[in-house]
C-alpha cells in the first residue's frame, strides 16, 4: 500500500495495489492516472447512476476460504440493467472482479486470451469456446456502456465507452465474461456464487432493510 | 458518492404515473418496468419523465394479488418485499389455465418469485448452477435427478408494479418444468435469453404466516407438480417396519422349531381288497407325547390313473374321544393333442392342530374305484409348519401395501396434470 494526496483537491489518497493504474479520487471524483510516483489528474468521473448496488469501495468478503476487499468499480448498463465489476484484492495476493447486478454475483479472474479468438461481430450465442482445458458456452451477448468508475482500476478507462461484452457458461456454476473493448478480447473466468456464500461485510444500507 | 455520507441510503422513489398521475412507489433501482395499479400504463423507471412502454391493456378485474405489492414477508429466514405481480396463462386443448407470479425484492439478495397455482406455492430464485442433461432424460441439479413435467407457452395477461425487465401483457415464453419433489427446475426460454431457476414447494399457510397476511390461504385443488407427497414417508418408514416384524417373526419360528419334536411315531403299510369283507384296519397303539400340538398324517397309496379314499378316526385308547377325517390321494396321467399331463398325486399330508398327549391308535377306512391297492400311513408328531410364518408375513405386509398403493394413488395424481400421465385415458 502507498499513500499519496489527490492533485486536485489535495485530499490523502490511499493506494492499495500497485497493479492500479487508475484511480478516481473519492472526494472530488478526479480521475488520476498513475505513472511511477505521480498522479495526473486527466479530468472529472462521470457520475455513477444510483443503481441500488449493495456493494461499495471497502466492502470485504471471502470466496473459497480466501479474504478480500472490493478496492474498484466499474460501472456498466446494459439493455438488461445495471451490472457492476468490483475490483477486489484477495489476501493470497490476487486481485480479481466480483461481478454483480440484480442481486447476482460471480467472482473472476483474468486468464489469458487464447489464440484466434472470434471477433465479437462473429460470436453466436450457444458457440463453443475453449478456453484452457475448458469448454464454456456463449449465453450472452451485449454492447453494454461504462457509465462511470470508482476507485482504484488497473487498467485505464474513460467513462462513457462503449464495451462489447460476451458472457459464457461453463459446467456447474463455471462462468465467464469476455471483454471485446479491445481485440484480442480480455478474457475473466471464474464462477457464479450466491449472495450468503461471500459472508459480505461492511455493504452499503438502504432504508428499511437493516 | 460522498464517502463521508453516513447512514442508510434511500432506495424508495415516489413518482407519479405519467399516464394517469397515480402515485407510483419505485422500490428497487433494478427495475426496467413498472406498471400504474390505478391505470395498467408500463412505464420507463430509467428515464426521467416515466416513459411509456407498453399502454394500458383492458382491465382485468379479476387479477388482483394476493401479496399487497410493498409488503414484506419473511421465508425461510429470509426477508422480501413483494414489488411486483403478474397472471400468467396457457392453454391446453384450448382450455386456459392461469396462474400468478409475485415477485420479491432484496437488495442484497436479488430477486425471488413466489408462484401460486390452484393454492399451491412455490418459491422460486435464479438457478446459478446450470443444470446437466440426466441419463434418464431430465436433468440433473446438486446430484438430484428431476423429471420432465411439462412445456407449455405462458402469456402474460396481467401485470401490475414492478419489474427487472421490460413487461408487457401479451408476452410469451416457452417453458420447461422437471419436477424432483420438492423441488421443481423451469428453463424459461424468450426470443432473447434462457433462464433456468428453481423452485420449492411451499404451503399457502407459510405464505400467509411470513406475509402476516388476513384470512386464510386458497384451498388447494389436486397435486402440484413439486408438491411432497405426504404419504411417502409412511412408505418407508411402514415397510422397514414389517421387515423389523419378520425378523421377529422369523425368531420366533425359529423357536418353535428348536423345540418341536418332529418324529415319527407309527408306519404302516395296508392293502385295499375289494374282495375282503372287513376293509377297515386298526393300527397297534402309539404313544403321543410332549405339550399339546399337532399330529400329521401322511398318506401314500400306489394309485394310476385311480384313487383311493381313506376315511380316519385318531382315537384315544384312555378317553375314547375320537377325531374323524377322510383323505383322498389320487393320481391321474395321460397325453392327449400331443401333450402330456398330469394331475393329483400319490401321497397326501394331513395337519391335526392340538391333539394333547396320550395313547392313540389310527382306524383307516380305505375305498377305492380300483382293487388291490397297496397303501402306507405314517404318523408324525409335533411337525413344526411353515403356514402360519408365513400368514403371519401377509398380514404384517397389509399396512406397508396399503401405503404403497396410496403413494402410487398420488403420484397418479400428480402427473395426471403433466405431459407424462401415468395412466391415460381415452376421451
Known amino acids: ?210 | 458518492v460522498n464517502p463521508k455520507k453516513a447512514g442508510p441510503a434511500a432506495l424508495v422513489r415516489a413518482v407519479k404515473c405519467s399516464k394517469c398521475g397515480a402515485p407510483i412507489e419505485l422500490r428497487s433501482p433494478s427495475s426496467l418496468s413498472v406498471a400504474c395499479g390505478s391505470c395498467g400504463s408500463v412505464l420507463d423507471p430509467r428515464t426521467p419523465d416515466l416513459a411509456l412502454i407498453a399502454a394500458a391493456a383492458k382491465r382485468q378485474e379479476k387479477y388482483r394479488p394476493r401479496i399487497p405489492l410493498g409488503h414484506k414477508g419473511r421465508l425461510k429466514g429470509e426477508v422480501f418485499q413483494c414489488i411486483g405481480y403478474m397472471a400468467r396463462r396457457t392453454k391446453v386443448d384450448g382450455q386456459p389455465y392461469t396462474w400468478h407470479e409475485y415477485l420479491l425484492f432484496n437488495p442484497y439478495k436479488g430477486y425471488r418469485w413466489l408462484v401460486e397455482y390452484q393454492g399451491h406455492w412455490t418459491s422460486v430464485k435464479p438457478a446459478h448452477v446450470t443444470p446437466e442433461a440426466s441419463a434418464t432424460g431430465g436433468l440433473r441439479f446438486f446430484g438430484e435427478d428431476y423429471r420432465h413435467f411439462q412445456s407449455c407457452r405462458a402469456e402474460v395477461v396481467f401485470v401490475v408494479g414492478e419489474f427487472y425487465w421490460q413487461v408487457r401483457v401479451g408476452d410469451s415464453a416457452e417453458l420447461e418444468d422437471y419436477v424432483c419433489p420438492p423441488s421443481i427446475l423451469s428453463i424459461e426460454r424468450t426470443a432473447d435469453e434462457t433462464s433456468c431457476s428453481v423452485g420449492t414447494y411451499v404451503t399457502g399457510q407459510e405464505v400467509w404466516q411470513a406475509f402476516q397476511l388476513p384470512g386464510e390461504p386458497p384451498e388447494t385443488t389436486g397435486v402440484a407438480p413439486a408438491q411432497p407427497s405426504p404419504i411417502q414417508p409412511d412408505v418407508g418408514k411402514s415397510w422397514a417396519l414389517f421387515a423389523a416384524l419378520c425378523l421377529v417373526t422369523i425368531a420366533i419360528h425359529s423357536f418353535v422349531v428348536s423345540i418341536s419334536q418332529n418324529k415319527r411315531i407309527w408306519q404302516g403299510r395296508f392293502n385295499y381288497d375289494a374282495a375282503e369283507a372287513e376293509k377297515s384296519k386298526v393300527t397297534e397303539v402309539f404313544e403321543i407325547t410332549g405339550r399339546t400340538s399337532n399330529v400329521v398324517i401322511k398318506t401314500s397309496a400306489r394309485v394310476d390313473n385311480h384313487w383311493l379314499f381313506a376315511g380316519y378316526a385318531l382315537i384315544n385308547e384312555g378317553t375314547g374321544v375320537a377325531i374323524d377325517f377322510g383323505r383322498e390321494v389320487s393320481y391321474y396321467h395321460g397325453y392327449d393333442g400331443g401333450e402330456s399331463w398330469a394331475e393329483g398325486s400319490t401321497s397326501d399330508e394331513v395337519v391335526i392342530p392340538q391333539v394333547p398327549a396320550g395313547r392313540y391308535y389310527l382306524r383307516v377306512e380305505p375305498q377305492s374305484d380300483t382293487s388291490p391297492v397297496l397303501y402306507e400311513v405314517e404318523v408324525w408328531r409335533d411337525v413344526p409348519q411353515l403356514f402360519p410364518l408365513l400368514m403371519s408375513w401377509f398380514i404384517l405386509a397389509i399396512p406397508a401395501l396399503i401405503a404403497s398403493l396410496r403413494q402410487y394413488t398420488f403420484e397418479v395424481r400428480r402427473w395426471s396434470e403433466s405431459d407424462h400421465p401415468m395412466i391415460t385415458t381415452e376421451e
Not at chain 1, 489535495?10 to 505521480?38: D, F, M, W
Request: charged residues 20%.
Open chain 1, 1 to 210: 500500500m502507498s499513500s499519496g494526496s489527490c492533485p486536485s483537491c489535495g485530499a490523502p489518497l490511499e493506494i492499495k495495489t500497485r497493479a492500479a493504474t487508475l484511480l478516481v479520487c473519492a472526494y472530488c471524483n478526479s480521475t488520476l492516472v498513475r505513472h511511477e510516483q505521480k498522479l495526473e489528474d486527466i479530468g472529472k468521473m462521470a457520475l455513477l447512476a444510483e443503481d441500488g448496488s449493495p456493494l461499495q469501495i471497502g466492502a470485504r468478503g471471502v470466496y473459497r476460504g480466501v479474504k478480500f476487499e472490493v478496492i474498484g468499480r466499474l460501472q456498466l448498463e446494459y439493455s438488461a440493467g445495471y451490472w457492476n465489476e468490483w475490483y477486489a484484492t484477495f489476501d493470497d495476493g490476487r486481485t480479481g472482479w466480483v461481478g454483480e447486478g440484480q442481486g447476482q454475483y460471480a467472482i473472476t479472474f483474468q486468464a489469458a486470451t487464447p489464440r484466434n479468438m472470434p471477433q465479437f461481430e462473429n460470436l453466436k450465442i450457444g458457440d463453443t469456446l475453449k478456453v484452457g482445458v475448458e469448454h464454456f458456452r456463449v449465453t450472452e451477448k451485449s454492447r453494454a456502456r461504462c457509465i462511470a468508475s470508482q476507485g482504484e482500476l488497473p487498467f485505464h478507462v474513460n467513462s462513457g465507452y462503449d464495451a462489447p461484452v460476451a458472457d459464457v457458461s461453463g459446467s456447474g456454476a463455471r462462468f465467464g465474461t469476455i471483454d471485446y473493448s479491445e481485440y484480442p478480447p480480455l478474457v475473466f473466468l471464474g464462477e457464479r456464487v450466491e449472495f450468503d456464500a461471500l459472508a459480505f461485510a461492511g455493504l452499503r444500507e438502504f432504508e428499511g432493510w437493516s
